[in-house]
């Protein structure tokens, strides 16, 4: 048998009369959706969060950046602030150079992942710090797919460019939406083929290819938006029918 989900309005009343159980149900909400209990597939089946290649990118962050960032005497919230403003210079550099936007655009992924990190080593995980956390995190979603819309400035193409790009970005911020309503609804929502991580990992991807093959840069910038918005709408749908599903009376 399914289990039901936590009513909304039930869950409603606790966020807001009872603080001791608002802070705790936001904290539980924001770490189901972030991966920090369990599996945020809402499920066994592997995915870029829990991967061998997740793990080596952890080892080499926390051997290599954490003690810097400890040294610094850095706040999650800090970091996580320092994350979405190299995600702000991420269309500036675009618009200098390719490679300059790939750089800013890794060190604003790289932040997202540290403040995680710092703030589970202190023990300093807080329902505001997750709030901020994802609150940042759609910025920054925002202003990478800007980035890449840059780019095609100088194309001919540019309306339809700009159409595809509004059209990334609406699908993305609606993705994440689903996200945060399934988990209020006391579900856990799977990834799908293209969750917060996976599309970082796509954007980088992208943007990587773009810088070294110069002489493909039309098509690769072409074929990298019209897949990407592909994957964001598949993705979109897998959490659709999820939650339809397992929000259905038994």
């Not at 320092?82 to 500036?92: D, E, K, Q, R, Y």
């Not at 080593?121 to 709030?131: D, E, I, M, P």
């Not at 990478?144 to 193409?157: A, D, M, P």
């Not at 293209?194 to 810088?211: C, K, M, P, Q, S």
Request: hydrophobic letters at 45%.
């Amino acid at each position: 048998m399914r289990k039901n989900p936590v009513p909304l309005r039930r869950l409603k009343r606790r966020l807001l009369y009872d603080k001791p159980d608002r802070q705790n149900e936001l904290k539980r909400i924001f770490d189901m959706k972030n991966g920090k209990n369990g599996n945020p597939t809402g499920g066994d089946r592997p995915s870029l969060r829990n991967g061998s290649m997740a793990t080596s990118y952890y080892r080499f962050l926390t051997r290599h950046l954490l003690g810097h960032v400890e040294k610094a005497r850095l706040s999650p919230n800090q970091i996580s602030l320092i994350g979405v403003l190299c995600a702000a210079v991420v269309p500036l550099g675009f618009a200098v150079h390719p490679f300059v936007g790939l750089l800013f655009l890794v060190f604003s992924a790289m932040a997202d992942s540290l403040d995680g990190l710092v703030a589970r080593k202190r023990n300093q995980a807080t329902a505001f710090g997750a709030f901020l956390d994802d609150s940042l995190d759609r910025v920054a979603d925002f202003l990478y797919l800007v980035g890449f819309w840059v780019l095609f400035w100088s194309s001919r193409l540019w309306l339809p460019a700009t159409v595809l790009t509004l059209s990334a970005i609406g699908l993305t911020q609606v993705v994440s939406y689903i996200g945060i309503r399934s988990a209020l609804a006391g579900m856990r929502c799977p990834e799908g083929i293209l969750g917060r991580t996976a599309r970082t990992v796509y954007l980088i991807a992208w943007a990587g290819l773009i810088v070294c093959v110069p002489g493909g840069r039309p098509a690769i910038m072409w074929m990298g938006l019209v897949l990407y918005n592909t994957l964001v709408l598949t993705t979109l749908i897998q959490r659709i029918l999820y939650f339809r599903r397992f929000s259905s009376p038994t």
